[in-house]
């Protein structure tokens, strides 16, 4: 029901906002041959700029939202807002100086530069609009690939500066709003709102939050070569009510690391004293976690996530890991609960040496009376986890609940294999192990 009313809720504010358009004349427009594309090139700017701050608010950490849709569907709703707030506010810019252009009756380049010059906030919007693209194509999945997560995360704060270089413009030229004061006070107080909400839940959040719990770096553990479990101490911290399988944000606030900020999930069960993560060095920064003094002050942003025992609607689970996505799944196998025979994991990896945390998976085991399956292999073997394979290694897989942490590709493959073993989608769970 939450999820139907925020979604309700939602679509009345696109709803005011077509309502706004239509009250400066966008109907009228339309019957005036050369000015519907004009009218069309304004609902698209509206609609563009309502989705941008949806987009923002997606991820703004709010914890209702997290807690009710679970990460991966935000990201996942985030990404299809950035791609047609992107794709209504370029036919805006289109649609407008192509409208414009046969409703003066001049040439498109002599029209251009009328819009430059005689309105205001046009360049600014312009400006904002090639950021937000730079913004979107950078997520694009054959750059993403490419790019440090450092690099990736730092483009994305420019879609903050895009969407306000744009909103002077929307004011001072919109029809909408110009001569309107009451839909000039709605329209500003979606971004004041907006902006309350990231200030909030963003920065303010986690700041008093890590200050008050006065986290702290208690030990750094080197459990495999580029393997490093590092652990964090503070005070009351069952008040964060943290779940396993949930993930924060941290940032280790070192001379030359303050200003980086990374997801990492917690690969042991929270137990009120410490929390655990445990990061493998894929780059720069997860290598450098190992030479972290203890000592060293914590921000922590959340927790978040779907990714619990809250979402088990059978007695038995599989939980089914790739790689480094093992570390939800161990602190799963720790904390869910379930009799001997209740729980399987299989752990996906490419050679023995990939293995993480092994001798805490063989030790949980062995005292929860789950099964552990490690399935090594080249990744280009279609025969692991196929469906055949799935079922081999748990017979009764269609009647359990089946979480899965991994690689996007990885996941992907599994969720497909899930499906064709008879797993409805509503007894899958995921959380895939990417930015």
């Not at 009345?12 to 005036?32: K, P, Q």
């Not at 409703?103 to 906030?121: F, M, N, Q, T, V």
Request: aromatic share 8%.
């Amino acid at each position: 029901m939450a999820g139907w009313g925020l979604g309700v809720l939602a679509a009345a504010n696109g709803g005011v906002v077509v309502w706004l358009w239509l009250r400066s004349g966008g109907i009228t427009d339309i019957g005036h041959g050369a000015t519907l594309v004009t009218a069309a090139g304004r609902i698209a700017g509206l609609l563009g700029a309502y989705l941008a701050l949806l987009e923002l608010l997606l991820l703004a950490r709010l914890p209702a939202l997290e807690r009710l849709l679970g990460f991966d569907r935000l990201t996942t709703w985030h990404r299809w807002c950035g791609t047609t707030c992107l794709a209504l506010l370029g036919a805006h810019a289109i649609l407008i100086t192509a409208g414009y252009t046969l409703g003066d009756g001049i040439s498109l380049r002599a029209e251009i530069g009328r819009l430059i010059s005689g309105y205001p906030g046009v360049i600014t919007a312009v400006a904002g609009l090639v950021v937000l693209a730079a913004v979107g194509l950078s997520s694009a999945p054959c750059l993403r690939r490419r790019l440090r997560y450092e690099t990736w995360y730092f483009v994305h704060l420019y879609a903050y500066l895009a969407i306000a270089l744009a909103f002077s413009h929307q004011l001072a030229t919109g029809t909408a709003f110009v001569g309107r004061p009451g839909a000039r006070a709605y329209w500003i107080a979606l971004y004041v709102a907006t902006l309350g909400v990231l200030v909030v839940y963003r920065l303010g959040v986690p700041l008093v939050r890590s200050l008050h719990h006065r986290l702290r770096v208690a030990s750094v553990i080197e459990e495999a070569p580029r393997v490093t479990s590092i652990e964090i101490e503070g005070v009351g911290l069952d008040r964060l009510k943290a779940r396993a399988g949930q993930f924060f944000t941290w940032r280790f606030l070192t001379r030359d690391r303050w200003w980086e900020a990374h997801p990492f999930s917690l690969s042991a069960a929270p137990d009120g004293r410490r929390l655990r993560i445990t990061v493998k060095g894929l780059g720069d920064y997860t290598a450098a976690l190992r030479a972290i003094p203890p000592g060293t002050r914590v921000i922590a942003e959340g927790p978040f996530g779907a990714f619990t025992a809250a979402a088990r609607r059978r007695p038995r689970v599989a939980l089914i890991a790739g790689g480094v996505g093992i570390t939800p799944i161990r602190a799963l196998l720790e904390e869910m609960p379930g009799a001997p025979g209740d729980i399987t994991v299989v752990y996906r990896a490419t050679r023995p040496e990939d293995l993480i945390l092994r001798a805490e998976l063989d030790e949980l085991a062995g005292r929860r009376g789950a099964e552990v399956h490690y399935v090594l292999g080249d990744d280009r073997d279609r025969a692991l986890l196929s469906p055949e394979h799935l079922q081999q290694l748990v017979p009764d897989i269609a009647a359990r609940d089946v979480y899965v942490c991994g690689p996007p590709a990885m996941t992907e493959a599994t969720r497909a294999s899930l499906g064709r073993s008879g797993v409805s989608r509503r007894h899958i769970v995921t959380e895939r192990f990417a930015y």
